[in-house]
Antibody, heavy 122, light 108 residues
Framework: QLQLQESGSGLVKPSQTLSVTCAVS??????????WSWIRQPPGKGLEWIGH???????YYNPSLRSRVIISVDRSKNQFSLELSSVTAADTAIYYC??????????????WGQGTLVTVSS | DIQMTQSPSSVSASLGDRVTITCRAT??????LAWYQQKPGKAPKLLIY???SLQSGVPSRFSGRGSGTDFTLTISSLQPEDFATYYC??????????FGGGTKVEIK
């Protein structure tokens, strides 16, 4: 059974770069026509899709964050990563990784990692 | 981007009640929808994809339907483990992907 596990910088200072990694186990990041997404959730609020990447290395970013986001994949380690630069308090959130599935024109996310809280504070 | 509005934002219900949550496209159009359940302190969990297809292992008391701009998630008989927040996601093919604002199902 595929499992995703996030890890990363729990506390980041304003203007610095947030880094989070998602380790994939129980399956290969290279298998199938899947995308690998980052989704965040500020405390007590809703979900925001940040972007995704395919194992071939083709990323797509949410236009609202595009200027600050880099998503990369490390096939040798079976993991993918998120970097978000110039962070502010508004970037404080639980960061989830999730596998994107696509069937024809239909997309959904399953499974999800447990999430990691990143707090932006001086 | 497709924007979805969920209603109600919260609902209080009793065990055994039938609960229906609506997700409406207020900007854009979608042929397909996914639904997720999120319990406190946990990651969202896929319940339904492709509008009405139940994810493996999800109880049959959950059902989804709809098309175009209006979609619903129905819990036919509310169980203790169903108290959670539910999110819809327009499931069309092109990113950026978005989510509805969520509906919290609480105990009456």
């Amino acid at each position: 059974q595929l499992q995703l596990q996030e890890s990363g910088s729990g506390l980041v200072k304003p203007s610095q770069t947030l880094s989070v990694t998602c380790a994939v186990s129980g399956g290969s990041i290279r298998s199938g026509d899947y995308s690998w997404s980052w989704i965040r959730q500020p405390p007590g609020k809703g979900l925001e899709w940040i972007g995704h990447i395919y194992h071939t290395g083709s990323p797509y970013y949410n236009p609202s964050l595009r200027s600050r986001v880099i998503i990369s994949v490390d096939r040798s380690k079976n993991q993918f990563s998120l970097e978000l630069s110039s962070v502010t308090a508004a970037d404080t959130a639980i960061y989830y990784c999730a596998r994107g599935r696509r069937k024809g024109e239909i997309n959904w996310f399953d499974p999800w990692g447990q999430g990691t809280l990143v707090t932006v504070s001086s | 981007d497709i924007q979805m509005t969920q209603s109600p934002s919260s609902v209080s219900a009793s065990l055994g009640d039938r609960v229906t949550i609506t997700c409406r496209a207020t900007q854009g159009f979608t042929n397909w929808l996914a639904w997720y359940q999120q319990k406190p302190g946990k990651a969202p969990k896929l319940l339904i994809y492709a509008t009405s297809s139940l994810q493996s292992g999800v109880p049959s008391r959950f059902s989804g339907r709809g098309s175009g701009t209006d979609f619903t998630l129905t819990i036919s008989s509310l169980q203790p483990e169903d108290f959670a927040t539910y999110y819809c996601q327009p499931a069309n093919s092109f990113p950026p992907f978005t989510f509805g604002g969520g509906t919290k199902v609480e105990i009456k």
